[in-house]
């Protein structure tokens, strides 16, 4: 079975640093890769995805982030942090579940603190 | 990408009542699924919803406790039933369809038993 960590609970940053959250997943086969974001009390939004090709794949917000198969990381990046960036970050793992879809696997989450 | 409507979108119960979510969506998705979110903690897996037959439950999960419907493919009900302080989370209705594809997630019920 698949599954993701994250190693971080917390990072605090200062407004306009640079950004990297670290994501490491165990899978067999070429795993589907995604980072979501959940602000207070809200609900998941999609950052961005890897499923195949380029290993750099660039989402909203100005995120970013690299597929290492040789390192099965996932890491979340962002050149310019703001406030509003503040929320907890969850990678995620997916795999073929039945009927062809799949079913993600969430890591536990980074907390991510934005000082001004 | 799917727009997903869950209902109530917050709750206080008494513990040994029971709480219907309800979620709908507004396209045809092929997989329906709920999470549980504790308090601090990641998403967990509770079960995935098929249509017009019984859910798929995780380990740990039982349908005696969290029932699930799921009569077409566009809406689902889970139940948190006979509910104890420990089922306060956050609950979380996703979908998905077709293969390789993202998840799509609603806002969740926040459920605190009393």
């Known amino acids: 079975a698949q599954s993701v960590t994250q190693p971080d609970i917390h990072i605090t940053v200062s407004e306009g640093a640079s950004l990297e959250l670290r994501c490491n997943y165990s899978?067999?086969?070429?795993?589907?890769l995604f980072w979501y974001v959940q602000s207070p009390g809200q609900g998941l939004q999609l950052l961005l995805k890897y499923f195949s090709g380029d290993t750099l794949v660039q989402g909203i917000k100005g995120f970013e982030a690299e597929f290492k198969r040789s390192q099965s990381s996932f890491n979340l990046r962002k050149p310019s942090v703001h406030w509003s960036d503040a929320a907890e970050y969850f990678c995620a793992v997916g795999e073929s579940g039945s009927g062809g879809s799949y079913i993600p696997t969430f890591g536990r989450g980074t907390s991510l603190i934005v000082h001004p | 990408s799917a727009v997903i409507s869950q209902k109530p979108s917050r709750d206080i119960c008494q513990r040994g009542t029971s709480l219907t979510i309800q979620c709908q969506v507004d396209?045809?998705?092929?997989?329906m699924f709920w999470y549980r979110q504790q308090p601090g903690q990641s998403l967990t897996l509770i079960a995935t919803a098929n249509q017009g037959s019984e859910a798929t439950y995780e380990s740990g999960f039982v349908i005696d406790k969290f029932p699930i419907s799921r009569p077409n493919l566009t809406f689902s009900t889970l139940t948190v039933s006979n509910m104890s302080p420990e089922d306060s989370s956050i609950y979380l209705c996703?979908?998905?369809?077709?293969?390789?594809?993202?998840?799509?997630f609603g806002q969740g019920t926040r459920l605190t038993v009393v």
């Open positions: 996703s979908v998905a369809s077709g293969r390789a594809t993202e998840a799509f």
């Open positions: 899978y067999g086969a070429t795993p589907y």
């Open positions: 396209s045809q998705v092929t997989m």
